[in-house]
């Protein structure tokens, strides 16, 4: 069973940082690219940033380049979400995406809230 379990999420002040953690298990994660995307409320989830299996990040959303980046550490089974500068409209609740050849699987989410 492919379980993608993310961590992290918190009250934050503008300019702050947070990173935020997916774990993945059931799955050889090695062989999958991973993404991260977010939905504030009333709105559709959107991409935050993808990157390759093998660790090269393929997308960053135009929104939150130059601030967030995206790693992974397959020892782990983990990929990260390192976020910086945050602004008030970073606030959403974000997931960890696994696109497989059978389905995509999604975690629970985790929620980020800038605010003063």
């Known amino acids: 069973q492919v379980q993608l379990v993310e961590s992290g999420g918190d009250l934050v002040q503008p300019g702050g940082s947070l990173r935020l953690s997916c774990v993945a298990s059931?799955?050889?994660?090695?062989?999958?690219?991973m993404g991260w995307y977010r939905q504030a409320p009333g709105t559709q989830r959107e991409l935050v940033a993808r990157?390759?299996?093998?660790?090269?990040?393929?997308t960053i959303a135009d929104s939150v380049k130059g601030r967030f980046t995206i790693s992974r550490d397959n020892a782990k089974s983990t990929v990260y979400l390192q976020m910086n500068n945050l602004k008030p409209e970073d606030t959403a609740v974000y997931y960890c995406?696994?696109?497989?050849?059978?389905?995509?699987?999604w975690g629970q989410g985790t929620e980020v809230t800038v605010s003063s």
């Open positions: 995406n696994l696109p497989s050849r059978a389905r995509v699987y």
């Open positions: 990157i390759s299996s093998g660790g090269t990040p393929i």
């Open positions: 059931g799955i050889s994660f090695s062989l999958y690219a």
